[in-house]
């Protein structure tokens, strides 16, 4: 995976289709105040080198879109076990582990092989879920990623690449990727899309359109990008972040990243060349099924 070696190199990347991908850190001067301050000052006094890293899966089956969707059958397999697969061939990930407030799924999970964790039902979103699996798993790590269960094609490159991202920078507490965003998927909201500044950080993710031009039309020459839901924490700011209050923004665009952003920390970025394959509705199973089987894929 090639990594941009200064934003310039980063602004011809942006132009092309065919650049592998790139790096770029992301901040954003944050809303809240004391909690923020406190977990800067944490962080700083215990950085150490991110060595040790764990995967997890967060899975519900109550979701508002799609009911019990981590256990609908995709070519013969539950979608759950087609993620973790993909998860377990990451080279960066010690260990891989499915967090679940859900009997079903869990014993769908060990059936297959895979180590659960069981997690409450009161867990707002994936974070919230990998926080607290990562306080019942007994072996301390440096690294958590959370690897969206919904993206059964997940690439274990792009895993390793964001693992690699938060360990290249020391004043980070976060790390994601984003992909070119398809002009079909422009107005959907359940494609979220980022923006970065002229010197690589991360400004804003959104359901929306952004940027948004004058015209109100998509700008078939603006390199648009699509946040892949995959994202690594620092442990301890992972610690930290579910006593954090929910934000302004986080909470209108129901958005969990949002909250890092209005907080005032460092996010590094990764963009990769990758075709998003994430389900969102039972209407995405078919079109993953027939990606698989153009590809042959079992």
Known sequence: ??????????????????????????????????????AHAYLSRFYKFRSRVVGIIPARFASSRFSGKPLVQILGKP?????????????SLDHVV????????????RNFGADVIMTSESCRNGTERCSEALQKLGKKYDIVVNIQ??????????????????????????????TDLKTE???????VKCVVS???????????LIPFNKSGKVNHEFPYF????????????????????????QLEEDLEQLKVLENGYKMKVIRVDHEAH???????VGKIEALMRERNLS
Not at 98 to 109: H, L, M
Not at 230 to 240: A, E, H, N, P, V
């Open 1 to 38: 995976m090639a990594i941009c070696s200064s934003p310039s190199s980063c602004s011809s990347l942006a132009s092309s289709n065919n650049s592998k991908s790139w790096i770029i850190p992301g901040i954003m001067v944050g809303v809240s105040i004391v909690a923020a301050a406190g």
């Open 79 to 91: 979608m759950i076990q087609r993620t973790w697969e993909r998860a377990k061939l990451a080279a």
């Open 98 to 109: 499915v967090a679940t407030d859900d009997d079903k799924i869990a014993d769908c999970c």
């Open 149 to 178: 269960g919904d993206e059964p094609l997940i690439e274990p490159e792009i895993i390793d690449g964001v693992v690699k991202a938060l360990q290249a920078a020391p004043d980070a507490v976060f790390s994601t990727a984003v």
């Open 185 to 191: 998927d422009a107005l959907d909201p359940n494609r």
């Open 198 to 208: 002229h010197r690589g950080y991360a400004i804003y993710f959104s359901r929306g």
């Open 226 to 249: 699509l946040h892949l839901g995959i994202q690594s924490y620092d442990t301890k700011f992972l610690k930290i972040y579910s006593d954090l209050a929910p934000t302004p923004l």
């Open 278 to 284: 994430g389900v969102d509705t039972p209407e995405d």
